[in-house]
């Protein structure tokens, strides 16, 4: 089966991403990080965004509006397909061990 074929990923927001949107990041940030979770980022995770390195193995790290980092896993060996998104970060703060 190929990647078009399967299933699309589902959307998990983890609660230190939930507390970003809400509360932390200025309204025009938090605004922008909705729209790409919810478009670019669900329909291809991995075109959007890298995998980090040691300490943060397993972890993408996408960029928003240059100076803002989504740290996000992806689940894709099990269905439905996973996206879970982690934090969203200051560049200066993202890649810090968690």
Do not use: C
Request: zero cysteines; a negative charge.
């Amino acid at each position: 089966m190929s990647e078009y074929e399967r299933a699309p990923f589902e959307l998990v927001v983890g609660a230190a991403a939930r507390r970003a949107i809400s509360d932390k990041l200025p309204a025009d940030i938090a605004v922008g990080a909705v729209e790409f979770i919810t478009s670019a980022l669900l329909e291809n995770p991995y075109r959007v965004g890298k995998e980090l390195h040691e300490p943060l193995t397993g972890v993408h790290s996408a960029r928003l509006m240059r100076d803002w980092r989504i740290l996000y896993e992806i689940h894709d060996e099990q269905e439905p397909r996973e996206v879970h998104i982690l934090d969203i970060r200051h560049r200066a703060d993202a890649y810090q061990r968690r």
